[in-house]
Structure formats: C-alpha cells, structure tokens
C-alpha cells in the first residue's frame, strides 16, 4: 500500500500560480503511476494530469493544457503539480492518487490509493 499527503493549496488571484505536492510513503513510489484529479462543488471528480512510474510520458484534461506542469521525484517520494495562470473555474479540491500500473489512465476508479486533498482556490 501506500499513503498520500497533499499540500500547497490556497486562495490565489486569477492569473496566480500554485504548486501542488503529494508526499508518497509506503511501498515503493516508482511503483506507481501518479495523477491529479478535482472535485469542485456540485461536480464531479475529474482527472486533471497523470504521470507514469518514470516520468517520461504525462498526460493532461484540456482545461489545463499549457497552464499545468505535473512532475515527479522519484528520490524524494513526490509528484508535483505546478499551476500558473489559474482561472476561477480551477476552483476545486485537488487530490492525487496512485495507481499500481505502468501507464496513466483518466477514470478515477483505475486508482486504487487517494490523498486527503488539499482546496485551491482561485479569485476573480
């Protein structure tokens, strides 16, 4: 198993960045591959980036092409998400999770292991 611990939310402007971490422990991090997922109110969860166990290839939803960055250090047990030009509608609580394959996959239900989450929130 492995336990995840998210960090680096808040409130920002429009326009701002973030950066997200998720602290890995437990079984062997490299082991997973990683994604980001949002719940904002009233809505669904949605997956947001995904990394596989190496880091060499990522995945992004639309709504965050060319504004969000996810990386992983393997070394340090953590995945990153780096935000910048943050809109209101990015508003939501972000969680990471694990999943116990190779590749990153979109459906949240191929996750097996969720942080707790960590809410962003993004002013007009």
């Known amino acids: 198993q492995v336990q995840l611990v998210e960090s680096g939310g808040g409130l920002v402007q429009a326009g701002g960045s973030l950066r997200l971490s998720c602290a890995a422990s437990?079984?062997?991090?490299?082991?997973?591959?990683m994604g980001w997922f949002r719940q904002a109110p009233g809505k669904e969860r949605e997956f947001v980036a995904g990394?596989?166990?190496?880091?060499?290839?990522?995945s992004y939803a639309d709504s965050v092409k060319g504004r969000f960055t996810i990386a992983r250090d393997n070394a340090k047990n953590t995945v990153y998400l780096q935000m910048n030009s943050l809109k209101p509608e990015d508003t939501a609580v972000y969680y990471c999770?694990?999943?116990?394959?190779?590749?990153?996959?979109?459906?949240?239900?191929?996750?097996?292991?969720w942080g707790q989450g960590t809410r962003v929130t993004v002013s007009s």
């Open positions: 990394i596989n166990r190496s880091g060499g290839m990522k």
């Open positions: 437990g079984r062997t991090f490299s082991s997973y591959a």
């Open positions: 999770a694990a999943r116990d394959r190779i590749l990153v996959v979109t459906n949240s239900r191929e996750y097996a292991y």
